[in-house]
């Protein structure tokens, strides 16, 4: 069940007086990259504008083609960005997780979003309004320039997938998957790392089928790359996993 809480302002000057969820929103805020580093009268007039939704495991945020509200910052859990084919068949985009933003693309024209977004996880994410904040950037350049360099990533993230997709085949897709998952370039022998989405949507987001991926784990366990249990990966050999890229 979604629950919208609206933050308020308790007096006329937001940055001395702003509501106990406005300033937990505040916090949330601070820890992205997109608004870190911020003045605090910047961050508070900002948080002061935005709202919290809480999702439950496996709700829609909002479909494809839905109305544009504004963008959203993940405090907490990790939702899917996907599009699905008139067939059912879903490609997922991108995961995102706390500190991550999505949905600034459609701020410019304000039209319609071009994905859906689900939560994987019971999740909270905070709606930051687009008509009150691009009036925040009018006054505030700074704020528009990192509004550009987000969706400047995200452009370079769908550019990587493209490529992922049409230049390799599953098993190099599934090894760069882990290697980017460990955030380093070779991960450790004997390093672990947790798949944050069922295997389902991992499958879909390497644009395999689940019964691929399941040969494939089969496949790397066998030959001595990597161990599983549950959704944890232990990576045996980096350099094994590292050849298939």
């Known amino acids: 069940m979604t629950v919208w809480i609206q933050t308020e302002v308790m ?25 870190s580093g911020l003045d605090d009268e910047d961050l508070q007039r900002t948080a002061a504008i935005c709202s919290l939704k809480r999702l439950d495991k496996g709700e829609i945020l909002f479909h494809e083609g839905s109305s544009y509200q504004g963008f959203y910052v993940v405090r907490s859990g990790v939702l899917k960005i996907f599009r699905s084919s008139p067939s059912g068949k879903e490609q997922v985009l991108r995961m995102v997780g706390p500190g991550d933003s999505f949905a600034e693309a459609p701020m410019g024209d304000k039209r ?3 994905a859906s977004v689900q939560a994987e996880k019971a999740a909270e994410v905070i709606l930051v309004p687009v008509d009150a904040f691009r009036d925040h950037m009018m006054r505030n350049p700074e704020l528009a320039m990192r509004i550009l ?10 550019v990587t997938l493209v490529d992922d997709l049409t230049l390799k085949n599953v098993e190099a897709r599934f090894s760069l998957y882990l290697i980017r998952l460990s955030g380093k370039p070779t991960p450790d022998k004997g390093e672990r790392v947790e798949i944050p989405v069922t295997w389902q949507v991992l499958a879909s987001h390497l644009g395999c089928t689940s019964e691929s991926l399941s040969r494939l784990l089969k496949f790397l366990k066998n030959r001595g790359t990597i161990e599983t249990s549950g959704r944890v990966v232990t ?11």
């Open 11 to 35: 007096a006329d000057n937001p940055t001395l007086n702003l509501s106990p969820r406005a300033r937990q929103i505040e916090i949330a805020l601070r820890l992205t990259t997109l608004f």
């Open 112 to 114: 319609a979003f071009p």
């Open 149 to 158: 360099a987000s969706m400047a990533a995200q452009m370079r993230h769908l």
């Open 235 to 245: 990576i045996l050999e980096p350099a094994d996993l590292s050849s298939f890229g």
